[in-house]
C-alpha cells in the first residue's frame, strides 16, 4: 500500500525581509533603506529590536520608540524556488498546489509575481491560496503587504462611523480588526500593535483530497463505556468534478494497549464523514487532583482505493462535561460537571504571554501552566481580549488535567454586524472549534469578554442609535449556532459575565458568572456569586524584573519616592492612588523606603487573593468556582498577574498556592461570627480532629478548644467558634490559631496597623543541597507575619519551594534555594531579601 500520493509540507521560515512600504508612521533614521532579514513565525517588531533600530518596548522608554511601527505599512517578502515544492514539478500532474499561511496578523494583500492571491483581513484562521507549481519552479516573489494596524482603525472609523469600545476609545476603536485587542493596549499592558507572520508558512501538495479538520466528540462516558464519534471533514479537489468514493480509516490507541477502527465511506462528492467507537471500560480523563489524565492516540487515514491521500493523528481523553445551570431556590446554578461529577473551579485568567500575542515560546507557555499547576489551580480561562491559544497551550493543559474554558476573541467592546464582518467572524469560529475540539481539557466555549456587561450596564446602550449594531447576534446566534454543529458536546456561554439573556444584569450575583471588581480586599465577604470568572487585585512585579526594564539606577535613591520612575507603567483606572493607595492606608502603616512600598504594595495582593479564594471555596456549592485576574503578564507594569513577565511568582502566587490546596484549612466569618472551616476537593470524605487556639502575639495560649471537622468529598463545611475562644482580650497583641493534622490557619483581629505585632526575630543557616541547590533551616523566635524570601534579588534564575508563610515562636521552616549556587545566611539576610508582615503596624520593622 503506498503512501507516496499522501499530503506532503515544507516549510516556508527561511529567506524572509521586511521592508517598510508607507503609512503615516515617522520611523528613526536607525530604519535602515533597503530590506531587512525577517524571522518568521514572528512579528517586525522582533526584527526591529534585533538590528537595533528601536529599542526592546518592554526596557526604559521603548513603548513610546515604537510607536511609529502601528503606524508603518510594511512588505514581507520571500522568493519562492523549485525546491520548496514538496514534489518535482514533473511530478505534479494532478496534484493541488497551496501556500498555506496559518496567521497573518492582520490586514494584508498576498502577491505571487504580478499575481494578486487575494486580501486578508483576520489573525485568528489560517489562509489558504492556490498555486500553479510552475509558479514556484519560475522563482517568483511572494509578498505580503500589511497595513499598519493604528492607520487601518483609523480608516475603518472614518469608512464605518465610531463605536464604544474599552477606555473609551484612547486604544483605538480596536474592534473593526479581527486581531489580538489587547494589542492595542489594556489596563495591564503597553500599546504595541504590530504586524507580521506569527504562524507557520509553508507550501502543501495533496492529490484528489485531503483532510480539513477531524473532531471527535465523546458522546457517553462512564466507568462502563465510552462512546466517541469522529467526525472527518474533507476538502476534494474540485477540478475532478464529484470526484470517487473515498474510504476514511480511523483508528483508536488506548494507553494500555487496546486498540479500536472504524471505517467510513464518502461517497462520490461527499465531503464529511463520521467514524463511530465503543470502548469497554475506558480509562477515563479527569482535572487534576479527581483522577488520571490517560490521553488515547486518534489516527485518521484518507484513501482513493489502496492510495494513500492523507494522514491525521489527535490525542483525545474519554470524558463528559456539562455546565449545569439548572434553577434552585437561591437563583440558577453555573457548576461544570465533568463524568457526572461537579467540579469546583480554582484557577486563573490567561493572557497571552509576552508583548506580542501568539509568540511567545512553547517552553515558556508550558511553563506558566506549570506554575498554574504548582498554584493549586485545575483551570485556565483564556480571555476574549488576546488570542486563541497555541497547539503547545492545549497539550500542556491536556496532559497536566487543567481545564479550559474558551472565549471567543471579543472583549469590552461593540462589534460591527455588517459585511464584511459576519463572514470574517463564522470562518474564524469554524476554524477554532474544529482545531480544539479533540481536547479533553476544553470543557466550556463563551462567547467573549463584558461585551454584553459594557453594552448594557457601562451607559453605552443609551449613547448608541438603537439601529447601530453592537456584536448580539454573535454571541446570542452565530456563534452557538456554531458551537452547537461543530462541537455539540461542550457547553456554550454568550459571554463572561452571564446571567441567562442579553436583557439580564450580567452581573446578577444570583444567576451565572460574576467579574467581581466592586469589592476589594476583604469586602468580597459581602457576597457570594455562583461563580466568579474574574476578581483580583494590583501587585507591582518584583523589585528584580523592573530594574531590568527600567534600569538599577532608577531605584538608587531607595526612597518610596523612586516608584515615579515606574509611574509611566501604570495603566490602571485612577492609577496608584485608585489602585493601591486607599487600601494601603488603611492596611499598613506609610512606607518609608522602597522595598517597603513595594513589599506593601505586594502583600495587599496577597491578602486580597488569600480572602477571595478562601470565602468562595468555603461557600460552595452555592460558589462554583473562581478565577482570579490573572495568572500571567505581557510586560514589566503594574497589573493584577499573580506572575511577572520574567516568570517570578509575586507574593500573591504564594497566597493562591496556600489558599488553592485540594484540602483547605481557613477562618471565616459567617451569621455567628468567626468559623474555621474547611474544604476537600478530593473524591474522599475528610474527618478531622484539631483545636483552636487563642493566644498572645509571643505564642501564649489564652483559651483552647478541642473540636472535630467532617468535610465531605467535594464539598465545604465549617463550625462556629464559641465566645470565650473568640473574643480577645487585646484584639491588636491576640490572634486565632487553628491545628488540625499538618493543616494550620491564622486569624488576626484588625489589620496590619492596627496590631502590636513584635520586632521580628529568627535564627538561619544554610548548608549545600543536591545539584547546586541550598538548604535553609529558619526557627521563629517571635511570632513571623507572612514571612516572605524575595530570592531573586540574590540571583535573576533563584526560585524557592516554600515561601509565605507565617510562624509561630519556636516554628522552624525548612525550604530549598535553587538557581543561587550555594548561599549563607549573609547573603539571605541582605536587605529586600527576607520580609515579614511583622513591621507594618506603625513604628514596626519589616525584618
Known sequence: MSDRAARRRTLLHDGWTVER?????????????????????????????????????????GEAAQRWVGRTDWRYRRRLAVGDLPEPVDGTEGVVTELVFDSIDTVATIRLGDRTLGAVENQFHPHRFRLDPREVAAEAALAVDFRGPMDELDRRVAQYGDRPVNADGAWGVYSYLRKAACSFGWDWGPMCPSVGLPGHVRLEQWRTARIDAVRPRVTTCNDRLAVVEVSVDLVRDDRLGVGPALDITASIAAPDGRRFEARVICGPGETAGVARFEVPDPDRWWPRGLGGQPLHDLTVELRDGETLLDREARRLGLRIVALDTGRDPEGSRFRIVVNGEAVFCRGANWIPDGLFPGTASDAAVRRRIEQAVEAGFNMLRVWGGGTYESDAFHDACDELGIMVWQDFMFACATYPEEDPYPALVECEARHQVARLASHPSLVLWCGGNENVLAWRNWGWRERMDPAQSWGRRYFTELLPAIVAELDPSRPFVPDSPWSGSVEADPNDPDH???HTWDLKVEEVRELVPRFVSEFGHQGPPNRRTIEEAIGAESFAAETPMCLEAFAGRQRGWGGDQAQYDRWLEEWFSPATDLDGRLWRMQLLQARATTFAFEWLRLNQPRCGGALIWQLNDAWTGHSWSLIDVAGRPKPSWWAARHACGSRLLAFSVG??????????????????????????VDGRDLAVASTPLEIPASGAATIAIGPEIAIPEDPSRELLVAEFGEHRAFWFYGKDAWLSLPEPSFDLSCRPGDDGATEIVLTARTLLRDLHLEVDRLHGDASIDRNLVTLLPGDVLHATIRGAGHLDAGALRMPGVIRTANGLSAGGAIV
Request: proline fraction near 10%.
Open 21 to 61: 512600504i508607507g503609512g503615516t508612521g515617522d520611523p528613526p533614521g536607525t530604519l535602515p533603506s533597503r530590506p531587512m532579514s525577517a524571522t518568521v513565525p514572528g512579528v517586525v517588531h522582533l526584527d526591529l529590536v534585533r538590528d537595533g533600530v528601536i529599542p526592546q518596548p518592554d526596557h526604559g522608554d
Open 512 to 514: 451565572g458568572d460574576r
Open 671 to 696: 451569621e455567628s461570627g468567626i468559623e474555621i472551616g474547611g474544604v476537600n476537593d478530593t473524591g474522599d470524605a475528610w474527618s478531622l480532629e484539631g483545636r483552636v487556639r487563642r493566644i498572645d
